[in-house]
């Protein structure tokens, strides 16, 4: 919830930076100048939206997982795992090769 409300602060920071920028140029070019640099304290207030805005993406992200292998295989159960290679199954599904033949053994001979 606070992350949220930290990203809801940063956007409208943003978009208050976006429209002061605009209105800045705009006068600029009002008075025919239209070079110039933007004054400091819109630079500083689209700073400051950064940085409130990766406050709260960080506050808003859910906890880390593990991701090792014996992690992934404590939440699988025996019969949900493959010995096979997964590449390919992804041939054969592909048409890359063809299905395997149940009459046939590894070793490509006849039972």
């Given at each position: 919830?606070?992350?949220?409300?930290?990203?809801?602060?940063?956007?409208?920071?943003?978009?208050?930076?976006?429209?002061?920028?605009y209105e800045h140029l705009s006068h600029l070019k009002a008075l025919?100048?239209?070079?110039?640099?933007?004054?400091?304290?819109?630079?500083?207030?689209?700073?400051?939206?950064?940085?409130?805005?990766?406050?709260?993406?960080?506050?808003?992200?859910?906890?880390?997982?593990?991701?090792?292998?014996?992690?992934?295989?404590?939440?699988?159960?025996?019969?949900?795992?493959?010995?096979?290679?997964?590449?390919?199954?992804?041939?054969?599904?592909?048409?890359?090769?063809?299905?395997?033949?149940?009459?046939?053994?590894?070793?490509?001979?006849?039972?």
């Open positions: 919830m606070f992350g949220d409300v930290l990203i809801i602060l940063a956007c409208v920071a943003v978009l208050h930076a976006a429209y002061s920028t025919g100048r239209p070079e110039g640099s933007l004054p400091a304290d819109i630079i500083a207030e689209a700073l400051v939206a950064l940085v409130i805005g990766i406050i709260g993406a960080t506050v808003r992200t859910p906890e880390l997982r593990e991701i090792t292998w014996r992690s992934e295989m404590k939440r699988r159960a025996k019969e949900e795992s493959d010995p096979r290679l997964s590449f390919r199954l992804f041939a054969q599904r592909a048409g890359l090769l063809p299905a395997a033949d149940p009459s046939t053994t590894s070793v490509g001979e006849k039972s």
